[in-house]
């Protein structure tokens, strides 16, 4: 199994970036996907998640609708597109699956999910 995360990289504040998590080696369908990230000196922390049927998403409160995540199934991806990024969105961000009977489940917990992709880095300036 893989997750692989892409699309990090520096930007300006304000400015956006589309992070992907690409999946391998397992049945996405039944999979719901989430976003962490983990900026230095602190604790890695959920950003988004989405559901294995797509039908429902999940967002940190701190988003305030910056952030939109989505899947393609039919391509085992999921993606995050990041809008109007601040400096406090600094972070290695990771995307982790986790795997659920539940159409509508979304884990908050790192702890909950199976599998984890190797991390993005997002830096952003002021």
């Known amino acids: 199994v893989q997750l692989q995360a892409s699309g990090g990289g520096l930007v300006q504040a304000g400015g956006s970036l589309r992070l992907s998590c690409a999946t391998s080696?397992?049945?996405?369908?039944?999979?719901?996907i989430g976003w962490f990230r983990q900026a230095p000196g602190k604790e890695r922390e959920f950003v988004a998640g989405i559901s294995r049927s797509g039908g429902r998403v999940r967002n940190a409160d701190f988003l305030e609708g910056r952030f939109t995540i989505s899947r393609e199934n039919a391509k085992s991806t999921v993606s995050l597109q990041m809008n109007s990024l601040k400096p406090e969105d600094t972070a290695v961000y990771y995307c982790?699956?986790?795997?659920?009977?539940?159409?509508?489940?979304?884990?908050?917990?790192?702890?909950?999910?199976?599998?984890w992709g190797q991390g993005t880095e997002v830096t952003v300036s002021s």
């Open positions: 982790a699956g986790e795997r659920t009977f539940d159409d509508d489940k979304i884990a908050r917990r790192d702890y909950e999910y199976n599998y």
């Open positions: 080696g397992l049945t996405f369908s039944i999979y719901a």
